[in-house]
């Protein structure tokens, strides 16, 4: 029956029953809130719980196996690491380790251990479970996607005592202790490591931190327990307190365009990634705030296969580089909201070397000039290039997040005003991408990364590297890598780097176009939000609901 019959009907009813119904619809509401928010938990343990929306279901959450960056936003709360960099001053504070000390010729480290530290399954926390953890990660059956490349030239341990510990080195290595700050050295529980399978134990992970992990079910939702005995955490946690979260429950919000909605409901009360757009429009929601993270690391960008041609040949990667307006990328796809990249590192980084700003101003002429002195020209006036008769056809691949479909459609558009046809290749997920790497069957393939040291480049731009997929080989950039590596000196190692950004970009190795900014959606009933250096974990420990 439609609503205008209804009213000549029955308009006192109406009324009455309307007012019932809205009130029933604020009073359930209400209750929805309040089921999310600081309210007893659906295991009926009571107090402050909280659903957070992870962005992505990687295809592992083990941290000594697996390399996602969204795995650690459980996992860095359940694991304590030896050494924490301090997220605001970036410096080194003791972990599960009291303190350290670098040998002379700098070939070992030794790390003396907290005395009064258990896991989560009441397992004691000595220097044998430090060393029953790097047993794990160098052991080749784990395949340690990111772990293993963290320890550097670590060759070894030696148990002192039951509460000391050294590391042993084949050279310096001054990234160690950046690499044990990172939740992929986190310290898991040697008796839960022995229970469980390479490949079951990601399920029943067990730390010392300060939560601990009660629930999975796989690509459903990930449950954390507040570890009420925990009273060993690094200088920046805060106490427990009645405001502390007791339960926080991850569930998956892989489509970026639910993820506004979900905050708006209240159905999540903190999640990463959204869309610049709607961290736009939610920045005016008054229960809501926007927290803009810029995260360290490695640039959005695009590798340059330099072992296939075209791109092997310099003239035409720097004349691709001359023609993208990566201004013009950033602010029609992030909306401003993110920097224009200029090199191989993000300008978060200690070492980012800030002269590169100068090299590759958009200049679509230059780039045409570059391309003609390839021997690319127009020979039918169809406005597209060619070379003894073929087309100037290059392949992109890239996976679809972090919009990056959206900013390859832009480079497509881009160089096809300088004549250049761009096929456009989508992988669904990281193996594929991988796979495409490895094969060379690219011009250009996307992948960032993250982290605090500029050792990071070693992984992307030494001779025969893991992840080396542009295939750029340069001696010299290899010795600056190996001593940057080596050097203690903060000065000597910024020299090395900056020489090595230098050359990258004079070479044209790398296309980069914004750096990374994690858009954090979060309740305006959670304070304490911090994030950690590497910019990407939450300190939950640290998170407080208002009153």
């Known amino acids: 029956m439609k609503l205008e019959s209804l009213r000549r009907r029955a308009p006192f009813r109406l009324g009455l029953v309307g007012m019932l119904v809205i009130g029933c619809c604020l009073i359930t509401a209400v209750i929805a809130v309040l089921l999310l928010v600081g309210a007893p938990d659906e295991n009926g343990d009571g107090g402050n719980r909280i659903v ?24 860095f709360s359940v694991y304590d690491t030896l050494v924490y960099r301090h997220p605001q001053t970036m410096d080194f504070v003791p972990g599960l380790a009291e303190r350290w000390e670098m040998a002379q010729d700098g070939l070992s480290w030794t790390f003396y251990l907290r005395q009064d530290v258990t896991f989560h399954d009441d397992t ?25 490349f963290l320890l550097g030239s670590y060759t070894g341990y030696e148990i002192i005592d039951a509460y000391s510990i050294r590391l042993n080195l084949s050279e310096p290595f001054a990234p160690l202790l950046d690499g044990l700050s990172q939740v992929y050295l986190g310290i898991a529980s040697p008796t839960a490591l022995s229970a469980y399978t390479k490949n079951t134990y990601q399920w029943h992970q067990v730390g010392t931190g300060p939560f601990r992990l009660d629930e999975v079910i796989p690509g459903d939702r990930i449950i954390l327990k507040r570890n009420e005995d925990y009273a060993w955490g690094p200088v920046f946690y805060a106490e427990a307190t009645d405001q502390s979260l007791d339960t926080v429950e991850f569930r998956f919000y892989t489509d970026p365009a ?30 809501l705030r926007i927290f803009r993270v810029q995260v360290p690391g490695l640039p959005q960008q695009f590798f340059l296969n330099t072992q296939q041609a075209p791109t ?10 001359y023609g ?37 101003p958009y200049d679509p002429e230059f780039a045409r000039t570059l391309l003609a002195g390839a021997g690319y020209v127009d020979m039918d006036g169809d406005g597209m290039l060619e070379l003894d008769g073929e087309p100037l056809t290059l392949r992109m691949v890239f996976a679809g997040w972090n919009q990056m479909a959206d900013v390859a459609q832009l480079v497509q ?8 046809d761009l096929e456009l290749i989508q992988v669904p997920d990281f193996p594929t991408l991988q796979q495409h790497a490895t094969d060379g069957d690219f011009h250009l393939i996307a992948f960032y990364d993250f982290g605090v040291d500029a050792s990071i480049l070693n992984r992307f731009y ?9 295939g750029f080989s340069d001696p010299e950039v290899d010795t600056w890598l190996q001593e940057g590596g080596r050097q203690s000196d903060p000065e000597a190692r910024a020299q090395y780097y900056a020489a090595i950004q230098q050359r990258i970009m004079e070479q044209a190795v790398v296309l980069p176009i914004r750096e990374y900014v994690n858009l954090n959606g979060i309740s305006d009933r959670l304070d304490g939000v911090i994030f950690s250096a590497q910019g990407w974990w939450p300190l939950l420990r640290n998170l407080l609901f208002v009153p």
């Not at 999640?271 to 709607?278: A, C, E």
């Not at 092997?312 to 580089?321: C, G, P, T, Y």
């Not at 796809?333 to 800030?354: E, H, I, K, N, R």
């Open 52 to 75: 957070y929306g992870l962005t992505l279901n990687p295809s592992g959450f083990d941290p000594h196996r697996h390399i996602s960056s969204e795995l650690g936003i459980p996992f």
């Open 124 to 148: 004691p926390f000595n220097a044998a479970a430090v060393g029953a953890n790097l047993d794990r990660i160098m052991n080749p059956d784990i395949d340690s996607g990111k772990a293993r």
């Open 258 to 287: 639910t993820r506004s909605l979900a905050l708006e409901s209240g159905e999540i009360q903190m999640i990463g990634d959204l869309l610049p757009t709607d961290a736009e429009l939610l920045s005016g929601n008054p229960a």
């Open 312 to 321: 092997n040949d310099i003239a035409v990667r720097q004349a691709l580089l």
């Open 324 to 360: 993208t307006n990566r201004t013009a990328i950033v602010d029609a796809v992030f909306q401003g909201q993110s920097p224009v990249a200029y090199g191989p590192l993000s300008s978060a980084m200690p070492d980012y070397y800030s002269e590169v700003e100068r090299l590759y």
């Open 413 to 420: 558009s881009q160089w096809r005003d300088l004549g250049i």
């Open 462 to 470: 030494f001779t025969g590297a893991q992840n080396n997929w542009s």
